[in-house]
């Protein structure tokens, strides 16, 4: 049996579409007129939250594009609406077109969060584990060799080395 290898990024990816499906289908659901949930609906959107955010964790890197997540979210922002349906709420299962584009400003958005964080991951990684770490990184620099700007005369050198810098001893 062959198993595909996860992206780094997976549990990142699958722990956001999870919070952010369930956090923004309920902000969705109450701009586009489906009110405040009751807790019986949010104990089914918790459930629906976690095994949309583990199903998106255990997907093969091959499906980890921009398309399949954005087909990541809008899957678990209709999972999220049926949670919130399912219980005692007082409209249609048949949501209206502003609780619709509502759902759907709020999957595109979250996909651009997401991506965008996904992108930036592993140079935060990078800089996080160097600043635990505390290792030493050598910083490039050229080498410059070292000029005299003044031209050396053989007089002036014996002068130099001929002058005494040492004065009388002095009482402690």
């Known amino acids: 049996m062959y198993l595909s290898r996860r992206a780094p990024t997976a549990p990142f990816r699958g722990s956001a579409v999870g919070a952010l499906a369930g956090a923004l289908a309920v902000a969705a659901h109450g701009i586009?007129?489906?009110g405040d949930p009751e807790s019986a609906a949010l104990a089914l959107l918790l459930v629906t939250s976690i095994a949309t955010g583990a199903l998106?964790?255990?997907l093969p890197t091959r499906f980890h594009g921009r398309l399949a997540l954005v087909?990541?979210?809008g899957l678990g922002?209709?999972?999220a609406h049926a949670a919130l349906t399912l219980t005692a709420h007082p409209h249609s299962a048949s949501p209206a077109a502003s609780?619709?584009?509502a759902h759907a400003v709020a999957t595109a958005i979250c996909a651009l969060l997401i991506a965008?964080?996904?992108r930036l991951y592993g140079s935060l990684v990078h800089v996080w584990r160097v600043v635990l770490r505390g290792e030493p990184h050598p910083i490039p620099t050229a080498a410059q060799a070292h000029v005299s700007q003044h031209r050396t005369n053989p007089v002036d050198a014996m002068?130099?080395?001929s002058i005494s810098r040492r004065g009388p001893?002095?009482?402690v």
């Open 77 to 79: 922002q209709f999972v």
């Open 56 to 58: 998106t964790t255990h």
């Open 32 to 34: 586009g007129g489906g």
């Open 71 to 73: 087909g990541a979210l």
């Open 116 to 118: 965008s964080a996904e």
């Open 159 to 161: 002068l130099r080395a």
């Open 99 to 101: 609780m619709l584009a």
């Open 169 to 171: 001893p002095v009482r």
